[in-house]
């Protein structure tokens, strides 16, 4: 690890002052994975802006009905949630699919957003990688795809986002706030929040530079039958090969959105609206110009298989 100078902010605005004009400086809470990447030099700061005590831990009630989620509170804190656990059940289990109990107790809400992908080629620097190294190719692209985007990837990236939080809030249509240096605030719908990779996979949000999460709201809760199902190579410590967040009603219409298939979570209102005609129908529209490679080819068919079962439990 390579060294680094240390503040702690004192207010928002701060945090993102402190990081505005200093493009190699990054904020740390949990750290649950800027650390790992930091040991391994992928990531190489030389300056941290410690944002563990602004205050934004809180879960509190809108006044439209929703909840608005504070940064940084803990992943095991918004799972264990009542409200969270009776209104918005599919991102509860979303949590609890993720990770372990240990990291789930220090990992933020705001960094598991922003959570970077587990690739392995941009984890290995012996690797040629755009989103680590900007021009430097794809590895990728004639290498090992199987854990790889089947959609929504380029030719310079087809890397996935690994975050199970992030694609249950994806069909909860949660809301991402912001604060700038200046004190302007963002309020940016998570559907416009992850960037897809075009020619340019080292940038993968919308946020600017030194741009601070805040808080991510819900809204009002939409009832009905909340499922997460997450198929993975083992029932721990690992990513989703696919996984899927719906919220299913009992007229038969609801939302859905897959994680592990994208470098985003991946959400298409055409198969929103197929629901009612049932799994294949809601697998074609989302993965309409899908661009598989021969290792993770078979993602189609298993997409196809886990909405089956999900739209099945569901409407149990």
């Given at each position: 690890?390579?060294?680094?100078?240390?503040?702690?902010?004192?207010?928002?605005?701060?945090?993102?002052?402190a990081?505005?004009?200093?493009?190699?400086?990054?904020?740390?809470?949990?750290?649950?994975?800027?650390?790992?990447?930091?040991?391994?030099?992928?990531?190489?700061?030389?300056?941290?802006?410690?944002?563990?005590?602004?205050?934004?831990?809180?879960?509190?009630?809108?006044?439209?009905?929703?909840?608005?989620?504070?940064?940084?509170?803990?992943?095991?804190?918004?799972?264990?949630d009542?409200?969270?656990?009776?209104?918005y059940?599919?991102l509860s289990?979303?949590?609890?699919?993720?990770?372990?109990?240990?990291?789930?107790?220090?990992?933020?809400?705001?960094?598991?957003?922003?959570?970077?992908?587990?690739?392995?080629?941009?984890?290995?620097?012996?690797q040629?990688?755009?989103?680590?190294?900007?021009?430097?190719?794809?590895?990728?692209?004639?290498?090992?795809?199987?854990?790889?985007?089947?959609?929504?990837?380029?030719?310079?990236?087809?890397?996935?986002?690994?975050?199970?939080?992030?694609?249950?809030?994806?069909?909860?249509?949660?809301?991402?706030?912001?604060?700038?240096?200046?004190?302007?605030?963002?309020?940016?719908?998570?559907?416009?929040?992850?960037?897809?990779?075009?020619?340019?996979?080292?940038?993968?949000?919308?946020?600017?530079?030194?741009?601070?999460?805040?808080?991510?709201?819900?809204?009002?809760?939409?009832?009905?039958?909340?499922?997460?199902?997450?198929?993975?190579?083992?029932?721990?410590?690992?990513?989703?090969?696919?996984?899927?967040?719906?919220?299913?009603?009992?007229?038969?219409?609801?939302?859905?959105a897959?994680?592990?298939?994208?470098?985003?979570?991946?959400?298409?209102?055409?198969?929103?609206?197929?629901?009612?005609?049932?799994?294949?129908?809601?697998?074609?529209?989302?993965?309409?110009?899908?661009?598989?490679?021969?290792?993770?080819?078979?993602?189609?068919?298993?997409?196809?298989?886990?909405?089956?079962?999900?739209?099945?439990?569901?409407?149990?």
């Open positions: 690890m390579r060294a680094f100078t240390y503040e702690r902010a004192a207010t928002p605005q701060d945090a993102a002052a990081l505005a004009g200093h493009p190699q400086a990054r904020f740390i809470a949990g750290g649950t994975n800027l650390l790992d990447l930091m040991k391994l030099q992928i990531e190489a700061p030389t300056h941290l802006v410690d944002v563990n005590h602004l205050g934004l831990d809180r879960i509190e009630p809108t006044p439209e009905g929703g909840l608005r989620i504070g940064a940084l509170v803990r992943n095991t804190d918004l799972a264990a009542a409200r969270v656990r009776r209104d059940a599919v289990r979303a949590l609890l699919a993720g990770a372990s109990g240990q990291l789930r107790n220090k990992a933020t809400t705001a960094g598991n957003l922003l959570q970077r992908t587990r690739c392995p080629y941009f984890y290995d620097t012996d040629p990688c755009n989103k680590r190294q900007p021009g430097s190719g794809c590895g990728a692209l004639q290498g090992y795809s199987r854990q790889l985007a089947v959609i929504g990837g380029s030719e310079s990236c087809i890397a996935t986002h690994p975050s199970d939080m992030a694609v249950a809030m994806r069909a909860l249509d949660a809301v991402v706030e912001t604060i700038r240096a200046d004190g302007s605030a963002r309020a940016i719908p998570i559907a416009d929040f992850h960037l897809l990779p075009g020619d340019t996979p080292h940038l993968e949000t919308v946020l600017e530079q030194g741009e601070l999460i805040t808080a991510v709201t819900l809204p009002p809760p939409v009832g009905g039958r909340q499922v997460y199902r997450k198929v993975r190579d083992r029932a721990s410590y690992a990513f989703a090969l696919i996984s899927v967040a719906a919220v299913l009603q009992p007229d038969g219409t609801g939302r859905v897959l994680g592990g298939v994208a470098p985003k979570p991946w959400r298409v209102a055409a198969a929103d609206a197929a629901l009612p005609q049932g799994a294949q129908a809601v697998a074609s529209a989302l993965l309409q110009g899908a661009a598989p490679r021969p290792d993770n080819a078979f993602k189609l068919l298993l997409a196809e298989r886990t909405l089956a079962a999900v739209l099945a439990e569901g409407r149990a």
